[in-house]
């Protein structure tokens, strides 16, 4: 499967995959703001893979959701990251956050096309949950809005990414290798989700 894989979509997993998870435990990296902010979501595969798919999508379904996609998701996990700083009580963050891989790796893997407005409230729906476990994870010493900008920037970076990957679907060979890569998305997606559930 990595041979049909976006050869940027392998880099951006291998630099990711040193983290079994991405919520970083026993301390986090960085001077509690904005450096910290920006490594929380490259810390953990089941972030990235979710981030990327987000532009992956966006670039699959056109304007305006290639740039609606990874404008709203960072606005929105911004109110999840509040909502967990604040300690606002959130049930099911670990399985919806793998679901979200799962679900945006499958709607790439198929090339899905829903309205527009169903995308965005679905993205928006991941984003709570995103955000939410980056702002329960704020470190003591953290500056909360240097922290929030960080994760908010990191994020966009990946969108980015996942965009750019995904412009290639417009080549003759290029949707195939787009699908392929939402395969993968899917895949590992569901493999944090047998964890996160306690099977894996």
Do not use: N
Not at 77 to 95: F, N, Q, R, S, Y
């Amino acid at each position: 499967m990595s041979r049909l894989c976006p050869a940027p979509l392998i880099l951006t997993l291998l630099l990711a995959a040193g983290a079994a998870s991405g919520h970083i435990e026993g301390g986090h990296v960085g001077d509690g703001g904005l450096l910290t902010g920006l490594y929380h979501p490259i810390s953990g595969l089941d972030h990235v893979v979710a981030m990327v798919a987000v532009g992956l999508w966006g670039a699959q379904l056109g304007v305006p959701a290639i740039w609606l996609l990874p404008v709203a998701f960072p606005l929105v996990m911004a109110l999840g990251g509040l909502a967990g700083v604040t300690g606002l009580p959130l049930p099911g963050i670990e399985v919806g956050i793998a679901l979200s891989g799962v679900v945006l790796g499958l709607l790439v893997a198929l090339a899905a096309r829903p309205p527009l407005s169903v995308a965005l409230l679905l993205i928006a729906a991941f984003a709570i949950l995103h955000g939410h476990a980056h702002g329960t994870e704020l470190p003591v010493y953290g500056v909360p809005i240097l922290y929030a900008a960080g994760f908010v920037i990191a994020t966009g970076l990946l969108h980015v990414s996942g965009i750019l990957i995904g412009l290639t679907h417009g080549w003759p060979w290029g949707s195939g290798l787009v699908r392929a890569g939402g395969a993968v998305v899917l895949v590992i997606g569901a493999y944090y989700l047998l964890q996160a559930a306690g099977l894996a």
